[in-house]
């Protein structure tokens, strides 16, 4: 489909990133449309992508090449825990495979995840490239919502599931935290995925 008429509402990740993905699919005219006046104001911090998504959004081409990053690998769970000091008592180092970029980006996307998937930056770059890849096969804007929805629809309710659960024993459901040691945690963590293969987001569909 070429030409054609596209406003994004938000100038968040995942509006800019719409916006890139259907200029460069053929759109005739992107406006972008973000009520923050001004410059958007950096928060002062990064973005984290899971490792394996972003290989898969440099092959794409939703994640530029050569953004300056750093490799994570563990996340430390800490408790409180007078004896241990003021650093409290190490728990659990849990794998940790992403890297955060360094980007501070202002705005929300229309799909609301609580943050503990550590997955939105990744998401809103995979639903931008699949916007894009139905945009150069569709030949109506009714061809590609039906398209984008059938190949990103189940993917983002997944997440919003995945987010619930973890919010609620992160914050809402928390177990005795100090009385755990690193298999528990590792047992607990499991528990709360209930067979999600983990964080970060899932691989696109081919």
Known sequence: ??????????????????????????????TVLERTRGRLADRGVGLCVHDERAVELRASGALPVGIAAHPLQRRRWVVRDDAEGAGGRLIWQQPFPFHSYHWALAGDAAGVVRPHNTSGAAKALQDATALADGWRRSESFEELLDGYHRARGAAGRELVA???????????????????????????????????PGIGGRAMAP
Not at 168 to 188: C, L
């Open 1 to 30: 489909m070429r030409g054609g008429t596209v406003a994004v509402i938000g100038g968040s990740i995942a509006g800019c990133a719409v916006a890139a993905a259907v200029a460069r699919a053929g759109a005739g005219q992107v």
């Open 162 to 196: 995945l987010a619930r659960r973890l919010g609620r024993a992160q914050v809402e459901r928390t177990p005795a935290w100090a009385a755990m040691d690193g298999d528990g945690m590792a047992a607990w963590w499991r528990g709360q995925l209930d067979g999600a």
